[in-house]
């Protein structure tokens, strides 16, 4: 577990960082983290400062559910990526919101990353809203197995594939070349021999009813809310913006970047998150 004590920086807080402690001292706070809160650990996002730049085309959904093609080429790439994303550690922010949760100020966490960097930093209560990397089902029988498990297979299965990796990926994935591909075998569900997918929500799909209304109502416990290293762009995390604006919540954004809503914002900081958590963490702490 990273502790919050090895990642703070300097004591002093500047006038944003005191508004936003300001705007959040003596609430409940439930905090919507999107994938600016784990850039620092390493894994890029689709939407953040640069990113947009690149062209990064997103796993749709339907594709992957309908076409076997684009299910190999997905193992393919997460074959390759997934040593790297598993790698990734938690960072200053995790840390910070961890401490937050401990101390009370925070009763729980909605996320948009499928991680589980959150966990990892000792954050106990935490809603995935897109689910987890680290999970496997299968599409014919539910059945699940870890992916590192999963890795193994991929990795017996295909002795000989190249363990270059060109770039990593927002999904835990890398970009690999047709060549690269052409020869790539995909292990099955080793319960009823069925295709296998990433226990996530890819673009295109939607959140589990029952995951979006444990996150309302971890929203009703809170008295204000923090959103982290999120856009907004999509409506699975917007969503609670607009109910915690309906309620009349105090608002907060944290964000590098463009973000939708911030006019409902009583306070917006554009800062890096691991830079401005701890700081605001340590500013509640004094109380």
């Excluded at 905090?31 to 600016?36: D, F, Q, S």
């Excluded at 790439?77 to 598993?86: A, K, T, V």
């Excluded at 075998?185 to 444990?214: H, I, M, Q, S």
Aim: aromatic share 4%; with cysteine.
């Amino acid at each position: 577990m990273t502790s919050l004590h090895d990642v703070l920086p300097a004591p002093d807080v500047s006038p944003s960082v005191e508004a936003l402690a300001a705007l959040l001292r003596r609430r409940r706070t439930v905090v919507l983290t999107g994938a600016g809160c784990s850039t620092e650990s390493g894994i890029p996002d689709y939407r953040g400062p640069g990113t947009r730049a690149r062209a990064r085309n997103p796993i749709q959904h339907r594709e992957f559910m309908t076409r076997p093609e684009v299910r190999a080429r997905y193992w393919a790439r997460s074959l390759m990526g997934w040593p790297r994303f598993s790698s990734a550690r938690p960072n200053a922010a995790h840390a910070a919101l961890a401490a937050l949760e401990q101390a009370g100020h925070v009763p729980g966490l909605i996320t948009q990353n499928v991680d589980q960097l959150h966990q990892a930093a000792g954050s106990s209560r935490v809603i995935e809203l897109h689910g987890a990397l680290a999970r496997v089902r299968c599409l014919t029988c539910g059945a699940q197995e870890r992916r590192v498990d999963l890795q193994e297979r991929l990795l017996a299965l295909n002795p000989d594939f190249s363990h270059e990796v060109l770039e990593l990926r927002p999904d835990g994935d890398a970009d690999l070349t047709s060549e690269q591909l052409s020869a790539f075998r995909v292990p099955a569900c080793l319960a009823c021999g069925g295709p296998l997918k990433p226990d996530v929500v890819f673009f295109g799909d939607n959140v589990p009813v029952p995951t979006v209304e444990a996150a309302f109502a971890l929203l009703e416990e809170g008295d204000a809310l923090l959103v982290v290293g999120s856009s907004l762009a999509i409506f699975s995390g917007y969503r609670f913006l607009v109910r915690a604006s309906e309620r009349r919540m105090p608002i907060a954004i944290l964000n590098m970047g463009e973000c939708r809503g911030v006019e409902l914002a009583d306070v917006h900081l554009e800062a890096r998150a691991g830079d401005a958590l701890p700081r605001l963490a340590e500013a509640l702490a004094r109380g």
